[in-house]
């Protein structure tokens, strides 16, 4: 089960994230942690609905997100989860008109770093160097997940998951996790089984 961190560790993720992403000297980094609002949303809290035009991106530093969407026929399909130290970027999802194609909602009480769609001559290069690289790292995950996910088999699917992203198990309900990796609950109920029996 996953355990929320103290609001005091927010920083020190934010510190973690900035260090990775720049080359800013440690009073520098500080200095941004200081200026970066944290915005804490609670469990089933929608932050952004198909259709709608996006607003904000966000970085979580704790919690959990999940982004899904419906077709015409009503039928909802789960496209991704997204937990600690990753980022939504929104702004790449949206339609010819700039609407969303998905739907984001917090599974869990979540910390999140919301950014804005503003001018890039408001923001310092670093700052839009360090959003360009975590973005970047984001199209680059999802792309595996999905070349991934067309290759496989069901049973492939849900290793891949198991090996990949052990802490949604947990943390995610079974039935929401088996329309993620595009298999019915019954199945995904009857690996997990096999799984447990074979340890």
Known sequence: MHTPTSKSS??????????????LSIDEINEMV???????FNKGDVLLNQGDRPKLSYYVIEGCVRQFSWDEAGKETTLEFFTESQSINMFSF?????????????LEDCALVTCADYDTEEESVDLLNMKYSIFTQQFTHMQSSFMNYKASKPIERYNHLVKTRPELLDRVPQNILANFIGITPESFSRFKKREQAAK
């Open 94 to 106: 949206v339609d010819e008109e700039g609407n969303s194609w998905y739907s984001l909602e917090c």
């Open 10 to 23: 927010y920083k020190e993720s934010l510190f973690n994230t900035i260090k990775t992403h720049t080359k």
């Open 34 to 40: 200081e200026s970066i609002p944290v915005t804490l």
